[in-house]
C-alpha cells in the first residue's frame, strides 16, 4: 500500500526553520492545542502535491505561505515543502492502473521516472518572491524538475486526485453529516471511480461538439469548393470556347489566305494584259511616227520642188503656190505637233514599261510564295474547306427555307398590319372633315358673338340716344315709335342669332361626341397595331429574323399559341418580352448583338435556351380554389417543350382570373 512517509517543511506558514513531521506505517496521530501548526502541516501536503489554491490553504495569495519571521539579507523568499511517498507495494497498483488504462482506452504517457525500480518517491515544491513581488513556483520529483501536467501524472499513478478524497479537510466530516442524498451519492461516485468516468464522458462530449464544429467548418469548406470547382468549370468552358473561337479564327484567316492568292492571281492577269495592251500601243505609236516621217520628208520634197516652181512662174502665181506654201507649213507645224505629241506618248509609254517591269519583279517573289501556298491549300485544306462549303451549303439551304416560312408568316402579319392601316387612314379621312366642320361652326360661333355684342353696343347707343331725345324733345313720338320699331326689329334678330347659336352648340356638341367616338376607334386600333408591332418586333429584331443567322429560333411571340379568350390577358401579363428574341444558346446572341453593333439597327433583347433557367412554380395554398381562378398564365401557353423555360421566364408565378 502506498502512504505519506514524511513531510519536510521550510519556512511555510509558522513553521519558520526546516522541520520533519514522520507518517508511521498504519494510522499517525497529530494532536497539540490550537495554534500550534497542525492545520498547516496538511496545507504544506496540499501545497506540495498541488491540490489546491491558495484560498484552499487558508491564504490569499501564494506568496502569504512564505514565513517572513527569517528574512536574512537574500533578496528573494522562498519555502520548500517535500512530500515522500513509501511505494514499495507500487507493481500491485500500477497493475491495476494499467487495467484501467485498458478499459478506458487511454493512450500510453511517456515515463521520465521509472517507479517501479524506486521504494520511495519524494515531490517537492519551491516557491520563490522577489523583493519586486513577482514570485515563481517549481516542481520536482526526486529531485529532478519537472511540470504540473507532469507532477498530476505521477500523482494519478498513485491513485491521488487533484478533485479526489485522499485528503478530508478540516470541516469536511461535518459537511458530509450535513449532505443531502445527491451530494453524497457524487462523493460515493467520486470514491469509486464513477466520477472519473462522468468527467470523461462529459469530456467526450466537448471533443465531440469541437468534432461537429470542424465538421461544420468542413462542410462550409466543402461548399466554397464546390461553388469554385463550378467557377472553374464555368472558366473551362469560357476556355473551351476560346478555343473554339481560336480555331474559327485561323480558319478565317486561311480563307484571307486564299482569297488574297486569287486576289493576286487576278491582279496578275490584269498586269499582263496591260503590259500586252501597251506593247500593242507602243508598236502602233511607232508605226504611226515612221508614217508621219515618211509624209514630213515627202512634204519637204514637195516644198523644194514648189519652191523651184516659185522661183520660175510669175507674181499672181507665186501669190497662189504662197498661200498653198502656207497651207502646207501650217500642215506641216501640225505634223510636227503632232509628232512631239507622239513622242511624249512613246517617252510615257516606255517609262510605263519600266514601272510596269519593276512592278513585275516585285510581284513575282510573292507569286512565287502564293504558288506554293496554292500548291498546300490545294493538297491540303481545300478539300476540306469544301467538304466544309458542302456542308454549310446543305445547311444554309434548311435555314433558307425555314426562312421563306418566315417570310410568309410575316407577310400574312405585315397584310394584316396593312389593312388596319388602311382602316385607320379611313378614320382619319372621315374624322379631317368633322374636324374642319367644327372649325368653322366655332369660327361662324365667334362671329355671331362679336355681332351679338356690336348690336348690344348699338342697342345701348340707342337707348342713350333715345333717353337724351326724350329729356330733350318730348314731341317726337312719331320718331321714337319709329326706333322702338327698330329696336323690336333688332330684338327679333337678336332671338333669331341666339336660335342660330344653340343650334350651332348643339351641332358642335354633336360633333365632339362623334369625335370622341372616332378618336375611341382610333385608340383601339392603334392599340392593336401596337400589339401587332410587338408580335412581330422592333426594327432591330426583324433584321435578326431576316438574316441567316443560324440557331435564332424566333420572337417569344411566335413561338407559342393561346386561346383568344386569354389572349389580351397574357399580352398585358408579358408586355414587351413578346418581342424578345430566342436563341439556341448564347454565342449565337453574341453574333445577333455584333450584327446589330455593325448595322447600327439598335438593340434587342435575347433570350438564350442554354442559360434561361424556368423559376420555381408555386401556387399559394387554397388559391386554386378561388373564384374564378383560371391557372397560372405560362399554362395557359401551348407551345415545344424546350421552349417552356422561356415562358416560365416570360409570365413566372402570374395568374389568370375571369375578372
Same mark, same amino acid.
Given at each position: 500500500?502506498?502512504?505519506?512517509?514524511?513531510? %519536510?517543511?521550510?519556512?511555510?506558514?509558522?513553521?519558520?526553520?526546516?522541520?520533519?513531521?514522520?507518517?508511521?506505517?498504519?494510522?499517525?496521530?497529530?494532536?497539540?492545542?490550537n495554534?500550534?501548526?497542525?492545520?498547516?502541516?496538511?496545507?504544506?501536503?496540499?501545497?506540495?502535491?498541488?491540490?489546491?489554491?491558495?484560498?484552499?490553504?487558508?491564504?490569499?495569495?501564494?506568496?502569504?505561505?512564505?514565513?517572513?519571521?527569517?528574512?536574512?539579507?537574500?533578496?528573494?523568499?522562498?519555502?520548500?515543502?517535500?512530500?515522500?511517498?513509501?511505494?514499495?507495494?507500487?507493481?500491485?497498483?500500477?497493475?491495476?492502473?494499467?487495467?484501467?488504462?485498458?478499459?478506458?482506452?487511454?493512450?500510453?504517457?511517456?515515463?521520465?521516472?521509472n517507479l517501479k525500480?524506486?521504494?520511495?518517491?519524494?515531490?517537492?515544491?519551491?516557491?520563490?518572491?522577489?523583493r519586486?513581488?513577482?514570485?515563481?513556483?517549481?516542481?520536482?520529483?526526486?529531485?529532478?524538475?519537472?511540470?504540473?501536467?507532469?507532477?498530476?501524472?505521477?500523482?494519478?499513478?498513485?491513485?491521488?486526485?487533484?478533485e479526489?478524497?485522499?485528503?478530508?479537510?478540516?470541516?469536511?466530516?461535518?459537511?458530509i453529516i450535513?449532505?443531502?442524498?445527491k451530494?453524497?451519492r457524487?462523493?460515493?461516485?467520486?470514491?469509486?471511480?464513477?466520477?472519473?468516468?462522468?468527467?470523461?464522458?462529459?469530456?467526450?462530449k466537448?471533443?465531440?461538439e469541437?468534432?461537429?464544429?470542424?465538421?461544420?467548418?468542413?462542410?462550409?469548406?466543402?461548399?466554397?469548393l464546390?461553388?469554385?470547382?463550378?467557377?472553374?468549370?464555368?472558366?473551362?468552358?469560357?476556355?473551351?470556347?476560346?478555343?473554339?473561337?481560336?480555331?474559327?479564327?485561323?480558319?478565317?484567316?486561311?480563307w484571307?489566305?486564299?482569297l488574297?492568292?486569287?486576289?493576286?492571281?487576278?491582279?496578275?492577269?490584269?498586269?499582263?494584259?496591260?503590259?500586252?495592251?501597251?506593247?500593242?500601243?507602243?508598236?502602233?505609236?511607232?508605226?504611226?511616227?515612221?508614217?508621219?516621217?515618211?509624209?514630213t520628208a515627202?512634204?519637204?520634197? !514637195?516644198?523644194?520642188?514648189?519652191?523651184?516652181?516659185? /522661183?520660175?512662174?510669175?507674181?499672181?502665181?507665186?501669190?497662189s503656190?504662197?498661200?498653198?506654201?502656207?497651207?502646207?507649213?501650217?500642215?506641216?507645224?501640225?505634223?510636227?505637233?503632232?509628232?512631239? $505629241?507622239?513622242?511624249?506618248?512613246?517617252?510615257?509609254?516606255?517609262?510605263?514599261?519600266? /514601272?510596269?517591269?519593276?512592278?513585275?519583279? $516585285?510581284?513575282e517573289?510573292?507569286?512565287?510564295?502564293?504558288?506554293?501556298?496554292?500548291? %498546300?491549300? $490545294?493538297?491540303n485544306?481545300?478539300?476540306?474547306?469544301?467538304?466544309?462549303?458542302?456542308?454549310?451549303?446543305?445547311?444554309?439551304?434548311?435555314?433558307?427555307?425555314?426562312?421563306?416560312?418566315?417570310?410568309?408568316?410575316?407577310?400574312?402579319?405585315?397584310?394584316?398590319?396593312?389593312?388596319?392601316n388602311?382602316?385607320?387612314?379611313?378614320?382619319?379621312?372621315?374624322?379631317?372633315?368633322?374636324?374642319?366642320?367644327?372649325?368653322?361652326? %366655332?369660327?361662324?360661333?365667334?362671329?355671331?358673338? !362679336?355681332?351679338?355684342?356690336?348690336?348690344?353696343?348699338?342697342?345701348?347707343?340707342?337707348?342713350?340716344?333715345?333717353?337724351?331725345?326724350?329729356?330733350?324733345?318730348?314731341?317726337?313720338?312719331?320718331?321714337?315709335?319709329?326706333?322702338?320699331?327698330?329696336?323690336?326689329?333688332?330684338?327679333?334678330?337678336?332671338?333669331?342669332? %341666339?336660335q342660330?347659336?344653340?343650334?350651332?352648340?348643339?351641332?358642335?356638341?354633336?360633333?365632339?361626341?362623334?369625335?370622341?367616338?372616332?378618336q375611341?376607334?382610333?385608340d383601339?386600333?392603334?392599340?392593336?397595331?401596337?400589339?401587332?408591332?410587338?408580335?412581330?418586333?422592333?426594327?432591330?429584331?426583324?433584321?435578326i429574323?431576316?438574316?441567316?443567322?443560324?440557331?435564332?429560333c424566333?420572337?417569344?411571340?411566335?413561338?407559342?399559341q393561346?386561346?383568344?379568350?386569354?389572349?389580351?390577358?397574357? $399580352?398585358?401579363?408579358?408586355?414587351?418580352?413578346?418581342?424578345?428574341?430566342?436563341?439556341?444558346?448564347?454565342?449565337?446572341?453574341?453574333?445577333?448583338?455584333?450584327?446589330?453593333?455593325?448595322?447600327?439597327?439598335?438593340?434587342?433583347?435575347?433570350l438564350?435556351?442554354?442559360k434561361?433557367?424556368?423559376?420555381?412554380?408555386?401556387?399559394?395554398?387554397?388559391?386554386?380554389?378561388?373564384?374564378?381562378?383560371?391557372?397560372?398564365?405560362?399554362?395557359?401557353?401551348?407551345?415545344?417543350?424546350?421552349?417552356?423555360?422561356?415562358?416560365?421566364?416570360?409570365?413566372?408565378n402570374?395568374?389568370?382570373?375571369?375578372?
Amino acid at each position: 500500500m502506498v502512504f505519506v512517509k514524511r513531510v %519536510e517543511l521550510s519556512r511555510f506558514k509558522s513553521f519558520g526553520g526546516s522541520n520533519s513531521v514522520p507518517f508511521l506505517p498504519g494510522f499517525t496521530v497529530i494532536s497539540g492545542p490550537n495554534g500550534s501548526g497542525k492545520s498547516n502541516i496538511l496545507d504544506a501536503l496540499l501545497f506540495c502535491l498541488g491540490l489546491a489554491s491558495s484560498k484552499g490553504m487558508r491564504a490569499d495569495r501564494l506568496p502569504d505561505l512564505i514565513n517572513n519571521n527569517h528574512k536574512g539579507n537574500n533578496k528573494t523568499l522562498e519555502t520548500i515543502v517535500s512530500v515522500t511517498f513509501d511505494i514499495s507495494d507500487f507493481d500491485e497498483i500500477e497493475s491495476s492502473f494499467e487495467e484501467e488504462k485498458q478499459i478506458n482506452n487511454e493512450e500510453e504517457i511517456d515515463e521520465k521516472i521509472n517507479l517501479k525500480s524506486l521504494t520511495e518517491l519524494k515531490i517537492t515544491r519551491r516557491l520563490r518572491v522577489t523583493r519586486k513581488g513577482s514570485y515563481a513556483s517549481t516542481f520536482f520529483v526526486n529531485d529532478q524538475p519537472c511540470s504540473a501536467t507532469e507532477l498530476q501524472t505521477q500523482l494519478n499513478r498513485l491513485r491521488v486526485y487533484p478533485e479526489g478524497y485522499n485528503v478530508v479537510l478540516q470541516g469536511d466530516v461535518t459537511r458530509i453529516i450535513t449532505m443531502n442524498g445527491k451530494e453524497r451519492r457524487e462523493i460515493i461516485d467520486e470514491l469509486a471511480g464513477v466520477a472519473e468516468f462522468d468527467r470523461k464522458i462529459n469530456q467526450t462530449k466537448t471533443t465531440l461538439e469541437a468534432v461537429k464544429e470542424r465538421e461544420e467548418k468542413c462542410q462550409i469548406i466543402t461548399q466554397e469548393l464546390s461553388a469554385y470547382g463550378e467557377k472553374l468549370q464555368q472558366d473551362s468552358q469560357k476556355a473551351a470556347k476560346y478555343q473554339k473561337l481560336k480555331a474559327q479564327i485561323q480558319e478565317k484567316k486561311q480563307w484571307a489566305i486564299v482569297l488574297n492568292w486569287r486576289y493576286l492571281q487576278e491582279r496578275e492577269k490584269q498586269v499582263n494584259q496591260e503590259i500586252i495592251r501597251l506593247d500593242n500601243d507602243q508598236k502602233n505609236k511607232q508605226e504611226q511616227l515612221t508614217l508621219i516621217r515618211e509624209q514630213t520628208a515627202i512634204a519637204l520634197h !514637195n516644198l523644194e520642188e514648189l519652191n523651184q516652181q516659185v /522661183k520660175a512662174l510669175g507674181e499672181e502665181e507665186q501669190i497662189s503656190i504662197a498661200s498653198k506654201l502656207a497651207t502646207q507649213k501650217a500642215k506641216r507645224q501640225q505634223l510636227n505637233q503632232r509628232q512631239v $505629241e507622239l513622242a511624249k506618248s512613246f517617252q510615257e509609254n516606255t517609262a510605263n514599261e519600266v /514601272k510596269i517591269n519593276i512592278n513585275q519583279q $516585285e510581284i513575282e517573289p510573292q507569286l512565287i510564295n502564293l504558288k506554293q501556298q496554292k500548291d %498546300e491549300l $490545294e493538297k491540303n485544306q481545300i478539300p476540306q474547306l469544301d467538304n466544309k462549303k458542302n456542308e454549310l451549303k446543305n445547311i444554309l439551304a434548311q435555314l433558307k427555307k425555314s426562312a421563306q416560312q418566315i417570310a410568309a408568316e410575316s407577310q400574312a402579319w405585315v397584310a394584316q398590319q396593312t389593312a388596319l392601316n388602311q382602316n385607320i387612314n379611313n378614320i382619319q379621312t372621315q374624322l379631317n372633315p368633322k374636324l374642319t366642320q367644327k372649325a368653322l361652326l %366655332e369660327e361662324r360661333c365667334q362671329q355671331l358673338q !362679336n355681332i351679338i355684342k356690336n348690336d348690344n353696343e348699338k342697342l345701348a347707343n340707342l337707348e342713350t340716344q333715345i333717353n337724351e331725345q326724350s329729356q330733350q324733345q318730348p314731341h317726337f313720338n312719331e320718331d321714337l315709335s319709329a326706333i322702338v320699331t327698330t329696336i323690336q326689329n333688332l330684338a327679333q334678330k337678336l332671338s333669331n342669332l %341666339e336660335q342660330d347659336i344653340s343650334l350651332s352648340q348643339e351641332t358642335v356638341n354633336r360633333l365632339l361626341t362623334e369625335q370622341r367616338d372616332k378618336q375611341r376607334q382610333l385608340d383601339k386600333l392603334e392599340a392593336t397595331k401596337q400589339a401587332q408591332q410587338e408580335a412581330q418586333g422592333t426594327y432591330a429584331s426583324k433584321i435578326i429574323l431576316n438574316s441567316d443567322l443560324p440557331g435564332v429560333c424566333g420572337l417569344v411571340a411566335q413561338l407559342g399559341q393561346v386561346e383568344t379568350v386569354y389572349q389580351l390577358a397574357l $399580352e398585358i401579363c408579358a408586355g414587351g418580352r413578346l418581342g424578345f428574341i430566342v436563341v439556341e444558346d448564347d454565342t449565337i446572341a453574341a453574333a445577333g448583338i455584333k450584327l446589330l453593333k455593325q448595322q447600327k439597327a439598335g438593340r434587342a433583347t435575347f433570350l438564350p435556351l442554354n442559360k434561361i433557367k424556368a423559376p420555381r412554380l408555386h401556387q399559394s395554398g387554397g388559391i386554386q380554389y378561388a373564384k374564378g381562378y383560371i391557372n397560372l398564365a405560362v399554362n395557359l401557353i401551348t407551345c415545344e417543350q424546350k421552349y417552356r423555360p422561356i415562358f416560365a421566364y416570360v409570365f413566372g408565378n402570374t395568374m389568370v382570373f375571369a375578372d
